[in-house]
């Protein structure tokens, strides 16, 4: 997936919008870069970033300070505070919620167990879950947390990261075998990525869990990287299936996206 939207146009981030409040929105643009950045910047990185003066940056800097959405640390630069961390739970919770209307549409037509899932940091967590009727199927906890490598959610999310990204992600987490089928190695996953860009869905083909398959679809410009997906037994899940199946995704995840996207003027 593409960089977060705080990346996007400068100009249009150091001036709010009609009746937008100025400050707020350059508080919220350097958090966004802070959190761009890994986590961690110095005043300096975020004016030249930004393009705000460093006396504009260091007063909001100190206001998220106070408030705990941002530290400073023993070497004087700043890290995201802890307070987001509950801000981030109660987003994830109620994305889930958003989404599950909308998986549930994926079970009814698909007959597979559906999933949403977010790249936090180095992994995948699922928020979200509808499971198959079938008495056979597959199940995942939502809030767990898998590497990418070895997941169609993980490939749907990272197919459009720039590879040296990708490589350096992946030497962060390690490639271990979930399975025989596994990949394993930076090139092989980054060469599974190129097909995700050909084909525009990704496959985990008994990679994570011998005989199940999964199909995945990133949300397209979603506020953060999401992706759905359905998983079922691979004797199921057939290639034949997967031709049905996948214009169904991407619908509802172009669905979804409006859904995620849309956001009403202040009353």
Partial sequence: MPPSTASTTDAAKTSAPSGGVQSLERAFDLLERMADAGGEVGLSELSASSGLPLPTIHRLMRTLVACGYVRQQANRRYALGPRLIRLGESASRLLGTWARPYLARLVEETGETANMALLDGDEIVYVAQVPSKHSMRMFTEVGRRVLPHSTGVGKALLAHT???????????????AAT??????????????????????????NEQEIGVRCLAVPVPDSPTAAAISISGPAGRVTEAATDKIVPMLQQVATELSQVLASSGPAA
Wanted: charged content about 30%; hydrophobic content about 40%; cysteine-free.
């Fill in 162 to 176: 720039p590879a040296d990204e990708v490589r350096a992600l992946l030497a962060r987490t390690g490639m271990p």
């Fill in 180 to 205: 025989d089928k596994t990949i394993t190695t930076a090139d092989g996953f980054l060469t599974a990525l190129e097909e995700v860009r050909r084909l525009g869905y990704a496959i985990d083909d």
